[in-house]
């Protein structure tokens, strides 16, 4: 069973670095079958992907438009983690932040993390 | 604004059937496959359909989807009061060059 918890500060200022840590059990960071991708979700947006990573010979990063510049992904093979940051955070980065796997074959997300409500406020 | 749309409600009485739909592109759902995932208030989204007609082991087989051109659709046969959820859709676009979702329906059982 493959299982992804969720870590990090509920709280942080506005233009500081927002940091989370998503733990995987059951899987690998460096599998070929999968990527690892983070999502967030807040009444003004709705569902929004971020971003993902995955390993096909080397380490793929693949971003939104709207994240460019901000967000990185950090895949951390010795502890089997995903890592997120976003620098220069605004109000409108509050939001309920979720990583999840995707299965690459037929496109889907199959496991979610457990959701980490982040409010960006002085 | 989300790249797929939604309806932003739905709803129908125990025992009926109501469908969802999501429409979009021929840069995502017309060129990728589609899922759909329901959410349950305070829980992550759970994974109810793939590949645009799949069914994940432990979804009931009241759910079910299809796919037609730029849209797709997911179909709840049997409402039950446990299906009160929100349901949102998904596709790769290619044209973005990222994952879209749907704005999301709010299924209310009556």
């Known amino acids: 069973q493959v299982l992804l918890q969720q870590s990090g500060p509920g709280l942080v200022k506005p233009s500081q670095t927002l940091s989370l840590s998503c733990a995987i059990s059951?899987?690998?960071?460096?599998?070929?079958?999968?990527?690892w991708s983070w999502i967030r979700q807040s009444p003004s947006r709705g569902l929004e992907w971020l971003g993902r990573?995955?390993?096909?010979?080397?380490?793929?990063?693949e971003y939104a438009t709207s994240m460019r510049g901000r967000l990185t992904l950090h895949p951390d093979t010795s502890q089997n983690r995903l890592s997120l940051q976003l620098t220069s955070v605004k109000p409108e980065d509050t939001a309920v932040y979720y990583c999840?796997?995707?299965?690459?074959?037929?496109?889907?997300?199959?496991?979610w993390g457990q959701g980490a409500l982040v409010t960006v406020s002085p | 604004q989300s790249v797929l749309s939604q309806p932003p409600s739905a709803s129908g009485t125990p025992g009926q059937r109501v469908t969802i739909s999501c429409s979009g592109t021929?840069?995502?759902?017309?060129?990728?496959?589609v899922s759909w995932y329901q959410q349950l208030p305070g829980k992550a989204p759970r994974l109810l359909i793939y590949?645009?007609?799949q069914w994940p082991s432990g979804v009931p087989d009241r759910f079910s989807g299809s796919k037609s051109g730029t849209s797709a659709s997911l179909a709840i046969n049997g409402l039950q009061s446990e299906d009160e959820a929100d349901y949102y859709c998904?596709?790769?676009?290619?044209?973005?060059?990222?994952?879209?979702f749907g704005g999301g329906t709010k299924l209310t059982v009556l």
């Open positions: 999840a796997r995707w299965m690459h074959a037929q496109s889907f997300f199959d496991v």
């Open positions: 059951g899987d690998s960071v460096s599998t070929n079958d999968a990527a």
């Open positions: 990573t995955y390993f096909r010979s080397r380490w793929h990063f």
């Open positions: 021929s840069f995502n759902i017309g060129k990728n496959f």
């Open positions: 590949a645009d007609v």
């Open positions: 998904a596709a790769w676009d290619d044209n973005f060059a990222q994952l879209a």
